[in-house]
């Protein structure tokens, strides 16, 4: 049969066991421990021979669930759903790096990316390489043979930088390194990360994915496109569990070790997440364009970026990498901070809130609020205007969203 389309793909993946029942929907195993039968199956599980959920912060039925239907509808090699998108990060660095080896990361990150790349991960030996990722000399000029990843975002936030990724692979794959992709801007019906060369997609399914700000989670994504022995910390993983070696290591040493996993009721709302996350998607993307259109319209808007829209200077990279829809967040300048402030608290349907992707559109001066303990050179070297707001652009109906926005400019 013809491969199915993402929604039709997500409403159907079957369940790793059939329901007793007949369930239409995944239950909610709302358990820690699972028995076993016999003396006999919990000694061969516990050797490895017989595969069955044991407790429930190694693995559990829903959560399995959730990682199955992810795992489908990225056509990826295996998953692993964990607590948090800092969880999938952190876990992701901690299983192919050690103390006394690097990574090569993006400048423009997620703010609790760079801190942990900054504060925490040097605590543990392990050095994060900050470079300008447009440019494939600098990168390869910090490769060394203690590198073990290049790690990017695929849209920055808030400046909607679209990473070059082929270039960024090309890369990674010439020096036999991992690439790591933060991809929770790009969901997975617009972004297909192993097809372009990314071997590790990690996500923080808190935004898009959980359906509309419900529930806080991440997911690691293994595409089962890199060669896990050539990595040193993954070797003797892959003797034992082969091409499972990366998930094996962060199942059976990262998290059981540490913690961090993925509990069942957030599964179970995540499910629900992926169900519907086309149809919304869609819906915030009309939504941006139509927003677009009004804000290069209106002369009170000094200047809007998304690179969705034809006149954006990213809009290539947009249509190359995402078909089009490069995330729905939007940001647009008005001429001051003070009349940023002065629109925000005029709003009545737009919500003052820092998240991405809630089903509510949300609006935040980055300059005053993520960015406060920057100084000005930093931030201009972030691209943080003062006049700069950022726009998560939700479902609401567009012409109530334009109304707002028409009578808070005044
Ligand atoms: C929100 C976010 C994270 C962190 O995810 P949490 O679920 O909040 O831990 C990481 N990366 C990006 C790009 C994000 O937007």
């Not at 364009?289 to 829209?309: H, Q, T």
Request: hydrophobic share 40%; net charge negative.
């Amino acid at each position: 049969m013809k491969k199915t389309g993402f929604t039709t793909t997500s409403l159907n993946v079957a369940y790793a066991k059939p329901d007793p029942h007949n369930s239409l929907q995944m239950p909610l195993y709302e358990t820690v421990a699972f028995e076993f039968d016999s003396a006999e199956k919990m000694e061969a599980n516990f050797k490895g021979e017989y595969i069955a959920h044991v407790y429930s912060r190694t693995s559990s039925p829903t959560v399995e669930y959730f990682e199955l239907k992810l795992k489908a509808l990225t056509g990826s090699y295996a998953v692993l759903a964990v607590s948090s998108g800092m969880a999938a990060i952190a876990g992701s660095i901690l299983a192919i790096a050690k103390s006394g080896e690097n990574i090569i990361s993006g400048n423009r990150l997620f703010g609790h990316t760079y801190a942990l790349f900054q504060d925490t991960l040097p605590g543990l030996g392990i050095e994060a390489r900050f470079s300008d990722l447009t440019d494939a000399s600098e990168i390869e000029n910090l490769i060394d043979t203690k590198t073990r990843a290049i790690y990017f975002e695929t849209v920055t936030n808030p400046q909607l930088e679209i990473a070059d990724i082929e270039m960024l692979s090309a890369v990674a794959k010439k020096h036999d390194i991992i690439l790591i992709a933060d991809s929770t801007m790009t969901p997975p019906n617009v972004f297909c990360a192993g097809k372009l060369g990314v071997n590790i997609e990690v996500v923080s399914t808190t935004k898009y994915i959980s359906g509309g700000a419900t529930s806080f989670g991440g997911a690691i994504i293994d595409h089962g496109n890199f060669d896990w022995t050539i990595n040193p910390n993954l070797s003797k993983y892959y003797d034992k569990f082969g091409k499972n070696a990366f998930i094996a290591k962060l199942r059976k040493n990262i998290y059981r070790n540490t913690g961090g996993s993925m509990t069942p009721q957030t599964a179970k709302m995540m499910i629900q997440g992926l169900d519907i996350l086309e149809l919304r998607v869609e819906k915030c993307y009309k939504n941006c364009m139509a927003l677009g259109a009004f804000f290069e319209s209106n002369p009170k808007i000094i200047r809007v970026d998304y690179p969705g829209i034809k006149a954006d200077l990213r809009f290539q990279l947009s249509e190359k990498y995402f078909n089009g829809i490069p995330g729905t967040i939007m940001t647009f300048d008005l001429e001051s901070k003070e009349a940023c402030f002065d629109f925000m608290d005029k709003l009545k349907i737009i919500r003052r809130a820092t998240n991405l992707n809630d089903n509510k559109t949300l609006i935040i001066h980055p300059h005053s609020t993520i960015y406060a303990e920057f100084n000005e050179v930093e931030r201009k070297t972030a691209g943080i205007r003062d006049a700069m707001m950022r726009l998560s652009v939700g479902i609401e109906n567009v012409e109530d969203l334009i109304c707002d926005i028409e009578q808070a400019l005044g």
